[in-house]
């Protein structure tokens, strides 16, 4: 019983310091690099639903990892396995919003100083930061490794689909043939295997 209290305090501790981690760098380098963080009460008044959808499940995925841990209804493997995704999307994030640097913005709109980014990470797919939250998802979802985690991580994949839907409409009313240009010759989320 005290083993498994002590691999409970471990696994909420890893889970708190990677989510943190995972959180923290993009803003921390959003800022570095110039970037006006809106306050909630920006983002709130903004009305975009697809934000709102996306922290919903993310909260839910989070809670849901926390009681599962909380109340040992976990797979151990499961939950080590879980910690790679969540790790993975540090990184990924952190190089998205290194390249993206000054025009990363939470909405799915873009700013009018906005240049389109084709270089980086962003030279292999168009949505880093979404595939770094996808990531994110599947490692709490792992983590809990219940029927609500996946309920959870796919009602998650629905509302990312619908977020990068309106970010497209909105980059190509932006950008016109040159995101469409971009679009055709960078995958949306998955980036291409190199052939020989």
Sequence with gaps: MIKMMETNNVLLIALVACLLLNNYIGLYISRKHGTKIPRWS????????????????????????????????????????????????AYINFVARRDLAKYWTPFASTGKEQKLIKTGIYAKVRHPIYLSGLILSLGLTLIAGNLYGLLFFILSLIAFATRIKKEEKELIIRFGEEYKQYAKETPLLIPKLKGK
């Design 42 to 89: 920006s983002i709130v008044k903004s009305k975009d639903y697809t934000f709102y959808l996306i922290y919903i499940f993310y909260i839910a995925l989070l809670v849901n990892a926390f009681i599962s841990i909380l109340k040992e209804e976990y797979i151990f493997l499961l939950a080590l396995l879980g910690f790679i995704p969540i790790l993975l999307s």
